[in-house]
DNA sequence: TCCCATTTGTAATCACTGCTTACATCCCCT
DNA sequence: AGGGGATGTAAGCAGTGATTACAAATGGGA
């Protein structure tokens, strides 16, 4: 836990309120979700005034920035777990774990999951720390896909920048849809940690079976009509 | 659009509010997003009292769920549009129309697509159209992967819960990564547009190519530890 | 040791939100 | 013609993010 090393409050002065302030936001983000917090109500569980927070934080997005970089050191603490515990050499096998500790840790941390992926509820953009771990995590996946490939695991002509495009919006979409309650319309009959896994592994397969083939084929034409902004066709 | 036929404001009466408040609040999720919607602003825009439209809605939600109703019509309509524009016989040709569809509607009509998306601005739930159309959908997608099981482009003992899983959560990931704004970090060097169709043809290719022998692999277990609610492995 | 600038808190206030209640007006049907 | 139900208004509640002027505490230099 973001251990808030509280040097008592001296009276007037809080002593450690950042932290603090922090602290009553990701239990606020655990009780109710992103939109349960407000910035009064983390000031008063924090014992001050409503206007203290923003001595530290210039606004809402601040505050709720600083508890998706705690968020996302989890999940980049989980992505990590998952890889070291996979026993084979086998590059492909290290990617599914990476996709599986994501989901793991998206699923069991919903609200913290929806703080990271969100780019209104925080300035992604603005911290280092955010954008850092998340590249990490991409260079990550294209190692393992060019270790793959030396292996004769994908094509040789394989085309990575989409692959693991692909791979992210896989796994983003899985999570979301786990954690935005779509599942029980799109795949009600098995609890979604279980059917998260198969899908997942289903995709890895199709993935490391890609024949040259049938990837080179002409894409298919944009649909003829122009979408206007209300999703006509013109 | 949602023709709203205004007979004449009489004086005090308005004649039509309930059509102008969903026009409204659809100009205004236009204007900028979902959180720019309020029930005041649709109010003054009817040129009507704060206190009106809830005469006609029960909450800000019933408002936005209306709004969510026209924008899956559309959504249906440009999936339909797509699908009847394939000029071939060939199952999974359809089966990318749909996503591709899906895809251009989503990123055309970002705003919208977050609305029908969310289960906390609007009430999926309570919405015999929502969730029909949704259905329709899906029941769509297995229909084509059943006619392609047939003509053997796909194995006979091929998953189909977990296939239709998995190709809804790649779309939708597509679609939110594009709408949530993590290109940039994922996929900086082409548009959008372009990325997504080349992913999704991707996706295609490698679903039609699973081999039976590795997608029937066990597998790979839980990690071994268990996480708890702060994402913490224990 | 004292003093004062800096840091950190308070109090009051603003504009805005969703929503409710009591009351006014008008339309339509008998 | 008139009354009942539908539809609007006015006023107001509690809660929000944010700003401002002011007060208190802290700690480093003389």
Redesign the pocket.
Known sequence: MAKAKTPH??????????DTLIDAAIQLVEEGGPDN????????RA?????????????????LTAVAEQAMNRLTEAVANALSEVDSADPIVAFEAIGQGYLEWAIGNPTHFQIISSRTLIDFDASDSLRGQNEAIRRKMIDLLTQAQRQGQLAANADFDHLVLAARAFVYGLARMVVDGHFPEWHPSEPPSLAVRKALHLFISGMTNLSEARSQEPLPPLSSGRLDRNGQFT
């Open positions: 409050r001296t009276g007037y002065h809080h002593g450690n309120l950042r917090v407000s910035v009064r109500e983390a000031a008063k014992g001050v005034s409503p206007g203290a927070p923003f001595r530290h934080f210039q606004s809402k997005t601040a505050l």
